[in-house]
């Protein structure tokens, strides 16, 4: 991110409607314990009402999913057999304090005395933030109570499961009763709001996951729920067209600005009121950090996953572009320089004009080197770091002052969802046009065919493929690539995969233990460039297994053993210990 990037973060900070939580504090405070039940009076006030609302935003919508990429192919973590269980809180979702916290406010709003003008929109925002909740509930366990009023002592606690299809029937009422009272952009200091954009966006979403092969394993891609999504995606787009909303032009723009176009729903953050929802100082080299590293390691895998400058796939004899292992970071599609950081390539972190990031054993500053070894224990590295969402310009001291936002949803995505919904209900081209968009946006070059590096008549299977393979290199480390593959039951990609690394062995044909003051005295002047070194494939160092762990079980992960032992209505999943049925069929 360059110094460009930086704001006026004063004004901002009065624009940016989260931020009220911090200059609303002695609001807030002067609410009676907004965890038990709102003082009297609370939702009387527009300002204290909105106080309250704001809560529910910062308990609903995170930052950004650093590491989860581990899960999938994009990162250097192992998930190893016994990763997820019914007693450890590992892929858990929970969330019914702050579902109670959403049904008081929904409940108490119904009945305040302010204008009708004042509370929709507010309880629009709300029915969204449920509906948000519910939704990932779901998709990480299917059916689960649906509980539509802050229960009371003298309720009955103990309830049961709802099947997945009434849950979501459940979120499309609240979405579509939100829609019906929100406004149609928020924009100024309402930026980051729901409004309906974002309603019609995720409504998209949850369709997409509704009709996929997660959901429906006995017929994957013929069921019903497509055609619904596919009106759904079509329907948002139009609308986020209509109102202003489109691609960014240069990709590489995407995390160096604020408010553009391509952003639909953004977690704002602001320094210093609200930072590091990048987590900048794990993800950063720890040359150029404090405290942490690590973070959102590209493997070599995800490196191959982006194409040559004309679209065409590493290697690929038909693409006009040579590959070669010893220069891998030539000719490749431009995001791959936007997003990815080699060993030797240009990254100005800490403001330092013409930095290179080194990652050789022996010319690499402190732990950035593949395979250091440190006190006998291995920490792997992949030889990549990623510069997606990082604020270059800041010093390593400041480094948790990252106040980038957090994207949770992009046109980019829905107009992939519409491709996805377009290829399974019979239009292809349809289809294939939404991902020629994605590609002419990246930068990569048309052909003499106008495709874009894409293969002519392709197959419904094939169109479902490159979709995948697109969203894989677009919303690298945005938290999309291991839903995905589990949304189409695709996790035997991930079953038993090593992963590996790029490691720079020599530099000028000299082994580490070789190296010179003069190579080093290069280096700290950040002159050697990635051509003068030699490169090898290496499987990762780790000091436990080095094979993913990915069975069919984890389609639906289990409720935990707790909440069962609280509530014995509550049936676990089938396929860990219990009889619930978390598919439609």
Not at 121 to 134: E, H, N, S, T, V
Not at 205 to 231: D, E, H, I
Not at 350 to 375: E, P
């Amino acid at each position: 991110m360059k110094n460009s990037r930086k704001i006026n973060h004063k004004i901002t900070a009065i624009i940016v409607f989260v931020l009220l939580l911090s200059s609303c504090s002695k609001v807030l405070n002067d609410v009676e314990d907004l965890e038990r039940y709102p003082a009297k009076g609370t939702f009387e006030d527009p300002i204290t009402a909105n106080a309250f609302l704001y809560n529910l935003y910062s308990r609903t919508l995170s930052g950004w999913p650093v590491n989860q990429g581990n899960y999938a192919d994009e990162s250097k973590g192992i998930v190893a057999e016994g990763w997820i269980t019914t007693d450890n809180s590992t892929m858990k979702f929970w969330p019914y304090q702050s579902i109670r916290n959403i049904n008081i406010f929904l409940q108490e709003m119904s009945n305040s005395s302010l204008s009708k003008d004042q509370k929709d929109p507010m309880i629009g925002q709300a029915k969204f933030l449920r509906a948000f909740l519910y939704f990932k509930m779901v998709y990480h366990h299917g059916g689960v109570p649906i509980i539509e009023v802050p229960q009371d002592i003298n309720d009955d606690l103990k309830v049961k499961r709802n099947s997945t299809a009434e849950c979501f029937d459940f979120i499309e009422k609240d979405l579509k009763e939100a829609e019906t009272v929100l406004p149609n952009k928020f924009i100024g200091g309402d930026r980051g709001k729901i409004d309906k954009a974002i309603v019609k966006a995720f409504l998209g979403r949850v369709l997409l996951f509704k009709a996929s092969p997660q959901f429906n394993p006995s017929n994957p891609y013929g069921n019903s729920f497509w055609q619904n999504a596919y009106t759904a995606n079509k329907d948002a787009i139009t609308f986020l067209d209509q109102n202003g909303y489109g691609l960014l032009e240069d990709f590489s723009k995407l995390f160096e600005t604020k408010g553009h176009k391509e952003n639909i729903l953004s977690v704002v953050y602001v320094n210093p009121a609200k930072t590091n929802g990048r987590g900048e100082d794990a993800v950063r080299p720890l040359s150029e950090s404090k405290n942490a590293t690590g973070g959102d390691e590209p493997t070599w895998g995800m490196s191959l996953a982006f194409p040559m400058k004309d679209g065409k796939m590493p290697g690929d004899p038909n693409s006009k572009y040579t590959y070669n292992l010893q220069t891998y970071w030539k000719d490749r599609d431009p995001r791959f320089d936007a997003t990815l950081v080699w060993n030797a390539s240009v990254y100005e972190l800490s403001g330092i004009k013409g930095r290179r990031q080194y990652t050789m054993g022996g010319i690499a500053k402190s732990m950035d080197a593949f395979g250091l070894t440190l006190q006998g224990e291995n920490y792997s590295r992949t030889g990549l770091y990623t510069k997606k969402g990082i604020m270059e310009e800041l010093p390593s001291t400041q480094v948790t002052l990252n106040d980038v936002d957090w994207p949770e949803i992009r046109y980019a995505e829905v107009l992939l969802n519409l491709a996805e919904a377009a290829n399974e209900t019979g239009k292809p081209a349809e289809a294939i046009a939404a991902i020629k968009e994605i590609r002419k946006r990246a930068g990569i070059e048309n052909g003499i065919d106008n495709m874009y590096g894409l293969k002519s008549g392709m197959s419904r299977d094939e169109i479902r493929t490159a979709i995948l393979n697109e969203k894989y290199v677009e919303f690298m480390f945005e938290g999309k690539r291991f839903w995905d593959l589990r949304r189409h039951r695709l996790l035997g990609k991930l079953n038993g995969m090593h992963k590996y690394g790029i490691m720079a062995t020599k530099v000028n044909g000299r082994l580490q233990n070789e190296i010179t003051t003069e190579d080093i005295g290069k280096a700290n002047r950040f002159e050697l460039l990635p051509e003068n070194f030699t490169y090898e494939v290496v499987e990762l160092i780790t000091n436990g297994p080095k094979a993913m762990v990915m069975p069919d079980t984890y389609y639906f992960f289990p409720i935990q053993l707790s909440n069962i032992n609280q509530n014995p209505n509550l049936e676990q999943n089938v396929g860990w210990g219990g009889k619930f049925d978390p598919t439609l069929k």
